[in-house]
């Protein structure tokens, strides 16, 4: 299989000779490797959505700008503390609250927006790699 070519040589480097079952048994604990770390059929689908949604600057600027404020802000309210048009915002705000970082109420003609406790996490792991670097 040539799949596992690569693999089979990687174990022959590491112990000297390489038979199907290392190869086997090897797989086994890759597998068991990825269930732990959660990567599996896809699953992962959902905090890669997170990260990419945080992934552009105004995303970024715009979730950072709600989990600083005392509750929920409306979109009129963030489009003067971001230099992009008011499209542009609604589109990323949009994307945060698909990717479940923000949620959204809306109330006649205003929609409101708010983190979510994901979100808030995330935005703490961030700080606090960057008090790690500092």
């Given at each position: 299989m040539a799949t596992t070519d690569r693999l089979e040589r990687l174990i022959a480097d590491e112990v000297?000779?390489?038979c199907a079952a290392d190869v086997d048994d090897r797989l086994?604990?890759?597998h068991a490797l990825a269930e732990r770390a959660r990567v599996v059929?896809?699953?992962?689908?959902?905090?890669?959505?997170a990260l990419?949604?945080?992934?552009?600057?105004?995303r970024y600027r715009l979730a950072r700008l709600?989990?600083?404020a005392d509750g929920e802000l409306c979109v009129c309210e963030l489009e003067p503390l971001v230099e992009v048009s008011s499209?542009?915002?609604s589109h990323a705000l949009s994307t945060l609250t698909d990717a479940?970082?923000?949620?959204r109420r809306k109330e006649g003609k205003w929609r409101y927006y708010d983190t979510t406790e994901r979100a808030e996490a995330l935005l703490d792991a961030l700080d606090a790699t960057r008090a790690?670097?500092?």
């Open positions: 000297g000779e390489c086994d604990d890759l059929d896809g699953g992962e689908a959902a905090e890669l959505d990419s949604a945080l992934g552009s600057d105004t709600l989990a600083a499209s542009a915002v479940g970082l923000l949620v790690a670097d500092e």
